[in-house]
C-alpha cells in the first residue's frame, strides 16, 4: 500500500488464499480510496485447488515478464522467500526499491518473494493504511467497540517457521512460553488466557498455566462450525495483551490496534516490542523487515 500510495505506478496484486477482488477479478489494483479486496470467505475451503492454481499461475506470469521485452521479472529475498522454479533475477531487499520504483515506471514487473518494504513510507502512510485495512477488514473485526477484554491472546506459531533455518530463533519450546505467559498475566493482572497455534497444543501448556490459577480458552476447538479467520480476527482485535513469536498476519492484525506486543525469551522472562519499531527489532526484524 505505501508504495501505490507515493509513487505513480500501479501496483497488481495477484488473488490468493487470503486476499481478494471484490469484483472477482483474477487481479486487483492497490488505490488509496477504493478498497476493491477483501478477505477470502473461502479460504479453508478452496485452499488446496486455488493453492495448486496459483502456482502455475506465478509460474507463467513470471516467465513471460522474463522472456519478453519491456517486460521485468525479479524474486526477493531467501529462496526459501518464494516458490522454487520461478524465473527471474534475484534482488536484495533494500537496495531493491529505487530501482523497481524506476523500472516500473516505463515496464512492467513481476516480483515475487517477501520482504520488500519501505518502513519510511509506512510511517508516512500509516493512518490512511489503517483506515483502509480496517475498512477491508470490517466483516471480521467489531470496529464498534474499541474496549479491549480483559485477557492475553497467545499466538504459536510452529509449523513452517521450523522449516526455515533462518526463523529457528522464532521457535520456543513450552516451557519458554509457560514462563513468558505466566510472568505477563502476573504483572498485568490477567487471569484468562486465549491460546492459537498452528499446531497442536500440548497438554503440559495448558495444565502449567491453569496450575498457576489462569483460566485457558483455545477457541478453535470449541467453535469449528466459525470461519476461523474471523475468530482469529476478533479475539487478537479485542484482546487486552498480546504475546506471539512474530507471525507476519498477527502482527499485521496488531499493527491495527496494539502500540506494543510481547515474545517469548530465552534469556529474559519476555520481551516487548514496540510495533513502530518490530522491523528493527531482535528478532521480530527476521520476519518484519
Request: charge should be positive.
Amino acid at each position: 500500500m505505501a508504495f501505490s500510495y507515493e509513487y505513480k505506478i500501479e501496483v497488481i496484486k495477484i488473488n490468493d488464499n487470503f486476499l481478494t477482488s471484490k469484483n472477482i477479478l483474477l487481479m486487483f489494483k492497490l488505490e488509496k480510496n477504493n478498497i476493491n479486496w477483501h478477505i477470502n470467505d473461502n479460504f479453508q475451503k478452496d485452499k488446496l485447488i486455488y493453492k495448486l492454481f496459483l502456482k502455475i499461475l506465478i509460474r507463467l506470469i513470471h516467465a513471460v515478464c522474463f522472456f519478453t521485452p519491456n517486460n521485468k521479472s525479479y524474486k526477493i529475498g531467501s529462496k526459501n522467500n518464494y516458490p522454487n522454479f520461478i524465473v527471474g533475477k534475484r534482488l536484495k531487499n533494500k537496495s531493491s526499491i529505487s530501482k523497481l520504483i524506476k523500472e516500473a515506471s516505463y515496464s512492467n514487473v513481476a516480483l515475487c518473494g517477501w520482504g520488500l518494504r519501505d518502513w519510511d513510507l509506512v510511517s508516512k502512510h500509516k493512518e490512511l493504511i489503517l483506515k483502509n485495512m480496517i475498512s477491508a477488514f470490517s466483516e471480521y473485526i467489531d470496529i464498534k467497540d474499541n474496549k479491549k477484554n480483559d485477557y492475553l491472546i497467545v499466538h504459536i506459531r510452529r509449523k513452517d517457521f521450523l522449516e526455515v533455518e533462518e526463523f529457528k530463533e522464532l521457535n520456543f519450546s513450552d516451557d519458554v512460553w509457560t514462563k513468558s505467559i505466566n510472568k505477563i498475566c502476573s504483572l498485568k493482572s490477567i487471569k484468562k488466557v486465549v491460546i492459537f497455534s498452528d499446531s497442536l497444543v500440548n497438554n503440559f501448556l495448558i495444565s502449567s498455566l491453569e496450575k498457576n490459577g489462569l483460566k485457558v480458552l483455545i477457541p478453535e476447538e470449541n467453535n469449528r462450525n466459525i470461519n476461523f479467520l474471523k475468530l482469529f480476527f476478533n479475539y487478537i482485535n479485542n484482546g487486552s495483551y498480546l504475546i506471539c513469536n512474530a507471525s507476519s498476519l498477527v502482527l499485521s492484525i496488531a499493527f491495527l490496534s496494539y502500540e506494543r506486543i510481547y515474545l517469548p525469551s530465552l534469556e529474559q522472562d519476555f520481551q516487548e516490542v514496540i510495533l513502530d519499531n518490530a522491523h528493527a527489532s531482535f528478532p521480530t526484524n527476521l520476519n518484519w523487515n
